[in-house]
Structure formats: structure tokens, C-alpha cells
């Protein structure tokens, strides 16, 4: 049987993930709030240090209408230095039992490459998302941990790991090459089994502004995946740097590029101020709906 493009059935575009058991449903653009418990990321390091500062950053992002808690144990800012495996589960496994404890419904997702670290999550909270920014890069045993654990992944393209990747990031096509890599380790998932697997373009990973912006300003290319796009913009360099301010200072700047990522085809914004992202999908939203009317 010949398919054509007009066969919507088989050109729709992934709307749903397995996660803790249950179909979570992506058909509308949603939000990921960030919880690092890290004492050198570039706008919120150190600032969630106990257990209550954690639960209560937790309850607010659940509370302003957040899909996923993102809890990240390692900075990947430009120029951080890679901690150890120790470090890194030293910090991480009490903030992810205290929360999973405390929201036992709750979506996490984990921002970790490494595969050691996935499994003693998984071995602790059961399912939850691997948000991997290296795209399988850092670790080679992480696809397959990724299949044998069952699990949803989130891969994102970057340029070199973070003490290096913004030493003169050069491309031909940005776009054109970002593409590649997820379509080869989309490719790679799905020989392993794996069915549940976002993307991530990779915002300030081993780009200079002008990329950063290009993607941006090309990310409905990313449709041609058909799997969920999520953008990590938040107070990034390209907006306060841009305009010459502070990541203190970069909320208006963010929910400007928010705004435009939606309308790029978005899915998950990965953000620190969940409210006004809600708000940004909420206008959006409306917009859409008033040109069906």
C-alpha cells in the first residue's frame, strides 16, 4: 500500500509517554520545572541546600502548574568541571527520595549521562524521565541501560562536554547538523526497543548566540521528528547577554523567546519560573483556538 503525506493516521506526530505506569499525555505544550541542587549553576546555584528549601521549590512548581520536576545534581553550565559519580549521587539520591516521598504521583526527570546513576534512581523511585544532555555521547552503556530499565529519555545535542564545548563552537548549517546527530541517536534508541524519546536542540550547548538564535528562529524543523520538542531557554546567556543584563534580569527576555518557541512547535518548556511560562502557554493557547473559531 502506498502512503501518502495526506495520511495524517501515519504522520502524527508522538503525543504520549510511558511514565510510572501511566500514558502521560503531551498533545498540549507543558512545562518542566527546574530543581538544581547544585552550588554552581549559572542563575539558582546553591540556592535549594535542604530538605525543606527542596520540598517547598517542589510543591511551588507543582502548584503553578508544572508537568515534570527536572533535578539535576551536576552543573552543565559553560566551563563547569565534571564532578565525580560519588559527588554526583551524594548529592542527587536524597533530593529525589525526599521529593518522590513527599509527591509520590509526581513526574521526575533526572539530568544525568551517566548509566550508574540511572540505575540506582531507578532502583530507589522506580520510573522516571533520563534527561541526558550529552545524547548518549558521555557514556556508552547509558542506550542500553535506558532499554533494559524501560525508560523515557529526553536526548539533547551538545558540542563537547561543558569545560569545553563553548571553545569556538563552529558549523556549517546548525540546524542541518543538530538534526543529524538526534536523527542517528534517535536511530540508535529505537534498534534497542526504545519507544518513549524527546528532544532537545540544545540552547547554548557548544553554540555561539548567533546559533542559539538560529534554532530558535528554525525550530519548526524539528517537527519532521514527530517525537516531543522541549527547549531549555530559561534566563540563558543568549538573552542577557544579548541585552546587555543579568540572568537576575532575564525573565521578560525569556517569556519573549518562550513565546516564539511555542509558536516553533515546543512542547516542554524547561524553565525556573513555572507561573509565568504557564501564563506564556495559557496566552498562546488562546490565540490558537480564537483562529479555529
Known amino acids: 500500500m502506498l502512503v501518502t503525506q495526506n495520511d495524517k493516521s501515519f504522520y502524527k506526530k508522538k503525543s504520549t509517554i510511558n511514565l510510572n505506569g501511566h500514558l502521560i499525555d503531551l498533545s498540549s505544550p507543558s512545562t518542566m520545572g527546574i530543581v538544581n541542587i547544585t552550588p ?3 542563575y539558582d546555584g546553591g540556592i ?6 527542596i520540598l517547598n521549590r517542589a510543591s511551588q512548581i507543582l502548584e503553578q502548574g508544572g508537568k515534570f520536576i527536572d533535578i539535576g545534581a ?5 566551563g563547569a568541571k565534571e564532578i565525580s559519580l560519588e559527588e554526583e549521587l551524594a548529592r542527587l539520591m536524597p533530593v529525589v527520595k525526599i521529593v518522590k516521598g513527599r509527591f509520590p504521583d509526581v513526574l521526575i526527570s533526572v539530568d544525568t549521562y551517566r548509566s550508574q546513576v540511572v540505575q540506582q534512581v ?3 523511585i522506580g520510573d522516571f524521565l533520563v534527561n541526558d544532555i550529552s545524547g ?7 542506550y542500553e541501560k535506558i532499554a533494559a530499565l524501560n525508560l523515557p529519555i529526553l ?3 551538545t558540542k563537547g562536554r561543558s569545560e569545553i564545548m563553548q571553545q569556538n563552537p563552529v558549523y556549517t548549517d546548525v540546524v542541518k547538523e543538530v538534526i543529524l546527530f538526534l536523527s542517528a541517536q534517535v536511530q540508535k534508541l529505537k534498534l534497542l526497543g526504545v519507544c518513549d524519546i524527546l528532544i532537545d536542540p540544545g540552547f547554548g550547548f557548544g553554540k555561539t548566540s548567533a546559533h542559539n538564535f538560529e534554532l530558535l528562529n528554525r525550530l519548526d524543523s524539528f517537527r519532521m521528528f514527530e517525537l516531543p520538542v522541549l527547549v531549555g531557554l530559561s534566563r540563558k546567556a543568549m538573552i542577557w547577554k544579548e541585552l546587555d543584563i543579568t540572568p537576575a534580569e532575564s525573565l521578560n527576555g525569556t517569556t519573549a523567546l518562550h513565546s516564539i518557541a511555542l509558536l516553533g512547535g515546543c512542547d516542554i518548556l524547561r524553565v525556573h519560573d513555572v507561573k509565568e511560562a504557564m501564563q506564556t ?3 498562546l493557547d488562546k490565540i490558537k483556538n480564537s483562529a479555529k473559531c
Not at 548518549?136 to 547509558?142: I, P
Request: proline share 3%; charged share 25%; hydrophobic share 35%.
Open 155 to 157: 536526548i539533547m545535542h
Open 122 to 124: 531507578f532502583d530507589h
Open 48 to 53: 535549594y541546600s535542604s530538605d525543606l528549601q
Open 40 to 42: 554552581d549553576s549559572f
Open 281 to 283: 502557554i495559557r496566552l
Open 74 to 78: 551536576m552543573s552543565t553550565r559553560p
Open 136 to 142: 548518549g555521547t558521555f557514556d556508552d552503556q547509558l
